[in-house]
């Protein structure tokens, strides 16, 4: 299987100006982990995570004066929706993070997270046991 067959394509984007109050609430109005943050003056993209944003609260930081952009990671691996998923595991698991922004062309297509790995492998991997039955 491959990142194409697992990612989520509903991606939300934000600018670095977002609070992270506005961050967390879009996030989950769209029951989503991460937000690809789009910084217009750098032309680069950075992933901020549910886990960045409760970091910030539990070292009590104002999330409505801390921005996205001060807790963004700006050194993203990428993931390419013609990864496998052992390929985009194996970068997580490398990485030490549990989502990846996948770029095909010029922009984010989706967002493939542990969660949307293992909601592929578990049918995957059930289907031959259950087979032998």
Excluded: Y
């Excluded at 990864?83 to 985009?88: G, N, S």
């Amino acid at each position: 299987m491959f990142v194409h067959d697992a990612m989520s394509t509903v991606v939300l984007t934000i600018g670095p100006a977002h609070t992270l109050r506005q961050a967390a609430r879009l996030m989950s109005a769209r029951r989503i982990g991460a937000a690809v943050v789009h910084d217009p003056d750098t032309c680069g993209l950075g992933i901020l995570t549910e886990r960045d944003v409760l970091n910030a609260v539990g070292a009590g930081q104002d999330p409505d004066v801390e921005t996205a952009g001060a807790h963004t990671t700006a050194d993203v691996v990428f993931a390419s929706p013609a990864w496998t998923l052992d390929k985009a595991a194996e970068a997580m698991t490398h990485g030490g993070f549990r989502h990846l922004i996948v770029l095909d062309g010029d922009g984010p297509v989706g967002i493939v997270s542990v969660r949307d790995i293992i909601r592929c492998w578990v049918p995957a991997r059930r289907r031959p046991a259950e087979m032998a039955r």
